[in-house]
């Protein structure tokens, strides 16, 4: 996309992924509301793609029920400045995306199809298996770009997954994953994201992972690569994008403070205020100016962070 060399472009996720996490008793504080202002202020802030909404199952995320997606897709409205981007799990998301306006006639947000690089994660975060999931993302992208609906994708636990019962680390084979992104951007995704699910690679698997991926692919498409690190530690996770941004990476996801992380258990995410800070410290323009990303940060900490209990997921 011909970014420049010393410039990244910043997606914040913070309210697809910590609202698929708050339980129902907590759903009058992480009202649609408080949602809809927060998202106006990554807006106004000055991002340029956020994660906002997930068409998924409301008995999984209570917060993503059509009634809420509703009532944040009609108050954000049509957005020409920033990629709003909503997640479509399977064919039946997908017809919920449309359904609740969110597709080219309605709001034009962004529809995210996503599977995971590892079988058995595949089937604890899908209920199936990575080829019977692929068959499904083919069909839904295949439909999406014929109604002209900006199309997204993430590849879960593409550093590997860890196995809760042995405490191995599953990975897919970086030829897998190329393979992958070659079908995925075939299929019209703009934009595919690559996640360390569990933040199980340090930066020197990091490294190798994403040199192998694209020399594979021959340096084709990096500008439309993301990273997207899940870990409890957030100076890690900042750690591993640092080495991902020399290796030519400029997408990059984050959560404020933080927060977040997969229904399956996965822990959080790289901070977006520290990773704003540590990018523009180094003279890496995200665009964004820190000290208002970090005032975002510390209002949503005071108004739900320390107000919602999440549930305790057993770590995988």
Request: contains cysteine.
């Given at each position: 996309?011909?970014?420049?060399?010393?410039?990244?472009?910043?997606t914040?996720?913070?309210?697809?992924?910590?609202?698929?996490?708050?339980?129902?008793?907590?759903?009058?504080?992480?009202?649609?509301q408080?949602?809809?202002?927060i998202?106006?202020?990554?807006?106004?802030?000055?991002?340029?793609?956020?994660?906002v909404?997930s068409?998924?199952?409301?008995?999984?995320a209570?917060?993503?029920?059509?009634?809420?997606?509703?009532?944040?897709?009609?108050?954000?409205g049509?957005?020409?400045?920033?990629?709003?981007?909503?997640l479509?799990?399977?064919?039946?998301?997908?017809?919920?995306?449309?359904?609740?306006?969110l597709?080219?006639?309605?709001y034009?947000?962004?529809?995210?199809?996503?599977?995971?690089?590892v079988?058995?994660?595949?089937?604890?975060?899908?209920?199936?298996?990575?080829?019977?999931?692929?068959?499904?993302?083919?069909?839904?992208?295949?439909?999406?770009?014929?109604?002209?609906?900006?199309?997204?994708?993430?590849?879960?636990?593409?550093?590997?997954?860890?196995?809760?019962?042995?405490?191995?680390?599953?990975?897919?084979?970086?030829?897998?994953?190329?393979?992958?992104?070659?079908?995925?951007?075939?299929?019209?995704?703009?934009v595919?994201?690559l996640?360390?699910?569990?933040?199980?690679?340090?930066?020197?698997?990091?490294?190798?992972?994403?040199?192998?991926?694209?020399?594979?692919?021959?340096?084709?498409?990096?500008?439309?690569?993301g990273?997207?690190?899940?870990?409890v530690?957030?100076?890690?996770?900042?750690?591993?994008?640092?080495?991902?941004?020399?290796?030519?990476?400029?997408?990059?996801?984050?959560?404020?403070?933080?927060?977040?992380?997969?229904?399956?258990?996965?822990?959080g995410?790289?901070?977006?205020?520290?990773?704003?800070?540590?990018?523009?410290?180094?003279?890496?323009?995200t665009?964004?100016?820190?000290e208002?990303?970090?005032?975002?940060?510390d209002?949503?900490?005071?108004?739900?962070?320390?107000?919602?209990?999440?549930?305790?997921?057993?770590?995988?």
């Amino acid at each position: 996309m011909g970014e420049s060399a010393d410039r990244v472009i910043l997606t914040d996720v913070t309210l697809r992924e910590y609202g698929q996490n708050v339980p129902s008793p907590f759903l009058h504080l992480f009202s649609p509301q408080i949602r809809i202002e927060i998202a106006q202020r990554l807006v106004r802030i000055g991002f340029k793609g956020i994660e906002v909404l997930s068409c998924v199952n409301p008995r999984i995320a209570p917060a993503m029920s059509e009634e809420a997606i509703k009532s944040v897709g009609q108050a954000l409205g049509r957005n020409t400045s920033c990629d709003i981007i909503t997640l479509v799990p399977n064919k039946a998301g997908y017809h919920n995306f449309l359904a609740y306006g969110l597709g080219p006639d309605g709001y034009n947000h962004s529809a995210g199809v996503f599977f995971s690089a590892v079988e058995a994660h595949n089937v604890l975060n899908l209920g199936r298996s990575i080829r019977e999931t692929l068959t499904e993302v083919k069909a839904v992208a295949k439909e999406a770009v014929s109604a002209g609906v900006r199309l997204v994708a993430y590849i879960s636990a593409a550093f590997g997954f860890r196995n809760s019962e042995t405490g191995n680390v599953l990975r897919a084979e970086a030829e897998d994953i190329a393979t992958y992104m070659d079908l995925l951007f075939d299929l019209g995704a703009s934009v595919v994201t690559l996640s360390d699910l569990q933040g199980v690679a340090d930066q020197k698997y990091t490294t190798k992972l994403l040199e192998d991926c694209l020399n594979m692919r021959k340096g084709k498409d990096i500008g439309k690569i993301g990273y997207h690190p899940h870990h409890v530690s957030g100076p890690k996770a900042i750690s591993n994008s640092l080495v991902a941004y020399e290796i030519g990476i400029r997408r990059f996801d984050a959560s404020l403070g933080g927060t977040g992380g997969c229904v399956t258990g996965a822990p959080g995410n790289q901070p977006t205020e520290e990773l704003v800070r540590v990018f523009e410290k180094r003279g890496i323009k995200t665009g964004l100016k820190p000290e208002e990303v970090s005032a975002l940060a510390d209002s949503v900490e005071k108004e739900l962070y320390r107000k919602i209990v999440l549930p305790v997921k057993t770590p995988l």
